[in-house]
Nanobody, 126 residues
Framework: QVQLVESGGGLVQVGGSLRLSCAASGRTFNTYVMGWFRQAPGKEREFVAGISWSGGSTNYADSVKGRFTISRDNAKNTVYLQMNSLKPEDTAVYYC???????????????????WGQGTQVTVSS
């Protein structure tokens, strides 16, 4: 069982930056693929970024490549999402998720993730 708590969301102007954090409970955090998803009003939840359990492999949605960076600190049971050059279309609730232990694939579909945080709101104003 893994419990996830996101933080770091807020209101930022276009072109600004935010860093989201996701703190995980449990001693097996370092075995899970971790992902960030987002959901805007009236839209489906979409994949943003993912990182393998070792941190050696990452995956990004095309819409955020070159602007967002996912990382993890297994010693702190935390995964991060650094978001730069933010755009109004990045406005959404951002969710942290934990996938299957020791998965060799950083999946992009929500169904591949078993544990979810409560979400943190990111609003980019123009």
């Amino acid at each position: 069982q893994v419990q996830l708590v996101e933080s770091g969301g807020g209101l930022v102007q276009v072109g600004g930056s935010l860093r989201l954090s996701c703190a995980a409970s449990g001693r097996t955090f370092n075995t899970y693929v971790m992902g960030w998803f987002r959901q805007a009003p009236g839209k489906e939840r979409e994949f943003v970024a993912g990182i393998s359990w070792s941190g050696g492999s990452t995956n990004y949605a095309d819409s955020v490549k070159g602007r967002f960076t996912i990382s993890r600190d297994n010693a702190k049971n935390t995964v991060y999402l650094q978001m730069n050059s933010l755009k109004p279309e990045d406005t959404a609730v951002y969710y942290c998720a934990a996938g299957r232990p020791f998965s060799k694939v950083v999946n992009t579909t929500p169904g591949a993730y078993d544990y979810w945080g409560q979400g943190t709101q990111v609003t980019v104003s123009s």
